[in-house]
């Protein structure tokens, strides 16, 4: 059973970008660097105390999590409960693509919310430039189908809500859709993993040109470019004796974006004067995660990813210049996992950039639930 991978979507990413390029227009206009008030203070603890009791709390955690399913049989032992047990299985990471397809007649939904912080840009000297915070909520949709063993399909979709200095906006972000073909199928006591060929195609269903300067960029929620790419995705699971499984899962895509006309002000910022054609530059994306099962029922995660694009170019037909730079991105996300039956699962964690070039600065939580029927 494989995770539906809802956000490892490249459209958030694009729309968080194009929210911060706005005000990074406005600065450079302006000749501001980076607004005062919109430094973010580092936090701290305030007594010795409170940093003990936090320990000794994450602590019982842990020890809940790993003796979890102990606890439960001696209670049931206890009560004479007769619990149906089922296999251990991991709920896939939430943002890398599955090497898996659905068996036929069991699709996989995953539904989640997110809360989310865009909070600076990384500018070309690998340092952020920070703005105005821009705040994002809202449900994401993964489907995913199994035509035969060899052929499958996913739909990946999502509504936000983008909050900023007072302004709102909400508006669905661009629309992925991909067409598996499984090559390889994962073999115990062998070095085979799974393989799989996912072709997909972005949609450009968000909102990215003709924006309200009063919104505070909080309406752009895409691209406007239909962008075709391809991923080659693996994992192979180790299996353990003592029920500590270990899988490794690797992805990596290649994506050309379309040309796309712009008016006004744009994803790239613009004035109200601006007409042109952007050329968006070809992009490589990389994600490597890892799932370690702490117990029949609990498992964590942990993901990573990188970001390559190339420049692109902007052809003005009026208004100012506008540039499409390269850019750089890694950001990491830890995960929490768990499994109520052997078809529902649950998974919680944190997605946030750690470096970059030319790209934004976020961070996100997450909660989302995993159903196969």
Known sequence: MQSMCIYRNKNREFAKEALQNLYVEQAKRQGVREHPNFEIKSTQSKTNSCNIIKFHFLILIFVFVCFEETFASNCSSVLNITKPKYQQWFTGPILTPTPITMPVGHPGLEVAW????????????????????????????????????????????????????GAHYTHVIDSIFRLGFQILTDKKDSWIPDFRI?????????????????????????????????HFAFQKLFRSTKGHNFRLRWTFGYFVPAPVH?????????????????????????????EYALSRTWAVCLESNYRIGHKGKFCRKKGPKIAVPSFRQISIAPELQHTFTSNLGILTGAWLTVTGRNSVAFRDFFISVLYAF
């Open 114 to 165: 997110l809360v989310g912080e865009t909070y600076g840009h990384y500018n070309s000297h690998w340092n952020i430039d920070h703005i105005p915070s821009i705040w994002s909520t809202g449900p994401y949709v993964d489907f995913q189908v199994g035509f035969n063993e060899f052929l499958g399909a996913e739909y990946i979709g999502a509504l936000l809500t983008n909050f900023s200095q």
């Open 198 to 230: 996912l072709l997909q195609e972005t949609v450009p269903t968000g909102k990215y040109q003709k924006l309200n300067p009063k919104k505070h960029g909080t309406d752009v929620t895409g691209r406007g470019s239909f962008q075709t790419g391809i």
């Open 262 to 290: 712009v008016s006004g002000i744009n994803y790239l910022g613009g004035t109200k004067e601006t007409k042109g054609k952007v050329y968006p530059g070809r992009y490589f994306s990389g994600y490597i995660s890892s």
